[in-house]
């Protein structure tokens, strides 16, 4: 028994309404922004403001050309309501209310067509209350937009009658062209009803051999694609040249054209609707994927990227994890069973007499199928995949219900509209949070379908703008945030969509996955959010930063200050810190990193655990801690705070010091106080590693005399260090016959490799540092003096040595322990 029409359109309305006000009250219920790929979409979806201050065709042109991976129809489509409304989250997300009631729309006939009104009109209500589609409504998502394509495309190549109606047809072919301009997963939906039409059309292909062609026909054809095409790309022909075709996106748009107006200007027969709609699709999608014709590439790399290491063919889970997907996302375990059996029973009881229920729904199972085929065979993974098919799963199980005896049918009926109602109820207020959490395991998952200003929503997690806030406040520190939290209403996407929306002019920098590059990008940017607590979706090498900074890292706690904290409901808190301190953004300037980078591998090679490194001031410490080339311990010395030389530690044995052109008379007075070893760097930036020692004992020692020069009076040394030390060394000298002589002090081994050595003018104290690398084997070495002149180059020999070697004499032995 069919339903009267008037009752149709007053049902069919209230279940409009109520979804439309259900999303809006949700909407305005709700201030946290949800969800990492809907943040990425507002950000562009703002962007377009600046391309779309005009309609001219360049404007045109790059609005439909713009993303470099994500198609634009998303965008374009919002922006009458950004306009109307406010460029915000809330007027972008109204385009998906709109689109939700065209989806209950089309869904009732689809339904309608295929099994009847009263079967339309239930899917359609039940398509209302389905928990993800109300999410896709609430969210800024591509899903609903897209759903609302397969479901036409559906619908359309129904009523096209293989073909016959040149309008459907033409509905269809359109549809399937602003589903691909909305998502290139558009194809996954359809591919099996569309073959599944080309084979109940097959005879129509016999046609193609006889073909005639008009000449007059092709020739206006040609001249219509090649004036429409040039009126697009001639404007644009400086932006094409950025596209991999180029100037040959001209000549690709006309061998699209020509076909659609030979086959649109021909009289209506199957093949020719078919080759009409079949270009108009193409003509429509290739607005982007002609120009991003290596999108191909792009999306295997993008797949791969945001799969899960264990993802594959090979894998089980890839062929379960859909159905899943429907159980806990889409349904919940309570709706699923009272849902799933007794819908499926009609049709597998059916199936098992060899007959259908319905012979039209064959469209939409081979719709569902495809679906499943082609998403347990690639990377996707999200349960937001399969909102497109819930149109066509709740018809089908509409028919099934339908199957049932009036009694029992009107009872399963009620139960499954007041199971997914009051499901969707738990989902649109937050009234009901407690209730939902004490039965959370009857309902769907919280993965989209999540309460309004509830738990992770609470207005109380909306920080993301007082931070962006803060930084604006401060504009002496440049406009850089390092972003090291990732959670539901605050990770880098909210921060860029803020920055966009706020027309703020700061970088955020996302320090949370495992690609960044860590401790580099968090140095960089002289703000620095963090928070303590359970952070798991943060990436491994994300969390060691967190826990490294929390534990008081002692180079962070030296450059940065805290500027706020933020706490959350969870009872965790929120760290903002700022470094006022050192260069703004040291990335500004890459050839000087480059060089710093060099000098930080020097000290990681000759760094011993334990010896500790000094920066001499915070802008050189930024510049070289950047790097990263020495965790602890690490002290930063501060001009502002007093004389570099008072603020210096009294370290014991060994110690690296990093200079600048600030700190030049504190090198100076420890080249007076300390042992000078090795050094490293350029007129930026330069390291020295320095001996420390408070008294140096005499070591027996011989005493070498140089013929009409001197004679070596004193020696004072350890008589053993550890490997990665400096070798703190003073000699004393008799009277200085010639200045112009200097003196070699060598630490040499057994097999006369020279493991260290140092050259002094010649004077009557000399210093001396002599740095054994960590690699140096332990044992006995020598230490070695040579007396030459340092015009000539010519060494002076000894006149009294005990060796037979008068040139280079042996003045002690020195003990090298393992570091």
Do not use: C
């Not at 079967?119 to 899903?143: I, N």
């Not at 011993?608 to 001499?616: E, K, V, W």
């Not at 340092?790 to 570091?819: F, K, R």
Request: glycine share 6%; no cysteine.
């Amino acid at each position: 028994m069919q339903i009267n029409p008037i009752a149709v359109v007053l049902l069919l309305s209230a279940i409009v309404t109520i979804n439309v006000l259900g999303n809006l009250y949700w909407i305005h219920q709700n201030v946290v922004l949800i969800g990492r790929d809907a943040s990425n979409y507002l950000t562009t979806t703002l962007n377009y403001r600046e391309i779309l201050t005009g309609l001219t065709p360049q404007s045109l042109f790059q609005a439909f050309t713009f993303p470099d991976y994500r198609t634009p129809a998303l965008y374009i489509a919002a922006q009458p309501f950004l306009h109307l409304f406010g460029f915000n989250m809330d007027s972008a997300q109204y385009l998906n209310v709109v689109l939700s009631a065209g989806v209950v729309i089309l869904t009732y006939h689809l339904g309608a067509t295929i099994a009847g009104r009263t079967v339309g009109l239930f899917a359609a209500a039940m398509v209302s209350l389905m928990p993800m589609m109300a999410a896709m409504a609430r969210l800024f998502y591509t899903e609903m937009f897209l759903t609302a394509a397969v479901t036409t495309n559906l619908l359309a190549l129904y009523r096209s009658n293989q073909f016959n109606h040149r309008v459907w047809s033409f509905v269809w072919g359109a549809s399937l062209g602003i589903g691909l301009l909305v998502k290139w997963t558009t194809p996954i939906y359809l591919w099996l009803p569309v073959l599944w039409m080309l084979w109940r059309m097959r005879n129509e292909f016999a046609q193609l051999r006889g073909m005639q062609i008009d000449f007059r026909r092709m020739l206006l054809a040609i001249t219509l694609s090649v004036a429409l095409a040039t009126v697009w790309f001639w404007p644009n022909r400086a932006l094409a040249e950025h596209f991999w075709l180029g100037v040959y996106l001209w000549p690709g748009w006309i061998l699209i054209l020509a076909p659609l107006f030979y086959s649109a200007t021909s009289r209506s027969t199957p093949m020719n609707n078919l080759f009409t709609a079949l270009f108009a699709g193409l003509a429509i999608a290739s607005l982007w994927y002609l120009p991003h014709i290596d999108v191909g590439a792009k999306l295997f790399i993008e797949d791969q990227v945001r799969s899960t290491p264990t993802a594959g063919v090979l894998n089980p889970h890839n062929y379960t994890r859909n159905f899943r997907h429907l159980y806990f996302a889409h349904f919940g375990s309570l709706a699923f069973w009272l849902i799933a059996p007794a819908a499926l029973w009609s049709w597998v009881n059916a199936w098992g007499r060899r007959r259908s229920l319905n012979r039209h729904a064959q469209l939409l199972w081979l719709s569902i199928i495809s679906t499943f085929v082609v998403l347990s065979l690639i990377l996707q993974q999200n349960p937001r995949n399969l909102v497109p098919i819930l149109p066509s799963l709740a018809i089908v199980a509409t028919i099934g219900l339908f199957e049932y005896r009036p009694p029992i049918r009107r009872l399963l009926g009620a139960a499954w509209l007041i199971i997914l109602g009051v499901q969707l109820l738990l989902f649109t207020t937050g009234s009901l949070f407690g209730f939902y959490q004490s039965t959370q395991s009857l309902w769907a998952t919280r993965a989209y379908t999540i309460q309004p200003a509830s738990g992770d929503t609470a207005p109380e997690y909306w920080i993301a703008p007082k931070v962006l806030e803060i930084v604006d406040q401060h504009p002496e520190t440049p406009r850089r945030l390092g972003v090291l939290v990732n959670i539901e209403g605050m990770h880098r996407g909210v921060f860029k969509y803020l920055n966009t929306e706020k027309n703020l002019d700061i970088q955020i920098v996302d320090v949370t996955e495992d690609r960044s590059m860590g401790w580099y990008d968090l140095l960089s940017a002289p703000w620095v959010l963090l928070k303590n607590g359970d952070n798991r979706d943060v990436d491994r090498s994300g969390q060691a930063l967190i826990e490294r900074i929390l534990a008081g890292d002692p180079l962070f706690d030296a450059l940065y200050d805290l500027e706020q904290t933020f706490p959350m409901p969870d009872r965790e808190t929120l760290y903002l810190f700022r470094r006022a301190k050192g260069p703004g953004l040291p990335h500004d300037l890459p050839i000087r990193l480059a060089d710093t980078h060099e000098l930080a591998k020097w000290i990681q090679a000759r760094w011993r655990p334990g010896t500790p490194l000094i920066y001499s001031t915070p802008d050189v410490a930024v510049w070289v801690g950047i790097h990263d080339p020495v965790q602890s311990p690490v002290r930063v010395l501060d001009p502002t705070n007093g004389n570099l030389e008072d603020q210096f530690p009294q370290p014991e044995g060994t110690a690296f010091v990093v200079f600048d052109q600030a700190s030049l008379q504190l090198e100076t007075w420890l080249d007076q106080h300390a042992y000078r070893g090795d050094d490293a760097g350029n007129d930026d930036a330069w390291v020295v590693v320095y001996g420390f020692a408070h008294s140096l004992p005499d070591l027996a020692t011989t005493t070498p005399q140089w013929e009409n020069a001197t004679a070596l009076t004193s020696l004072r040394t350890l008589p053993s260090i550890q490997a990665g030390e400096v070798l703190p060394v003073e000699i004393e000298m008799s009277t200085i016959v010639d200045a112009g002589y200097k003196l070699s002090l060598r630490l040499v081994a057994s097999d006369n490799t020279v493991v260290a050595s140092q050259d002094r003018s010649l004077d009557k104290t000399m210093r001396f540092g002599l740095f054994a690398p960590p690699a140096t084997q332990a044992g006995s070495y020598q230490l070695i003096v040579v007396l030459y002149d340092a015009e000539t180059l010519t060494n002076i020999p000894a006149s009294s040595s005990i060796a037979d070697d008068s040139v280079h004499v042996m003045i002690g032995e020195i003990q090298v322990t393992p570091s």
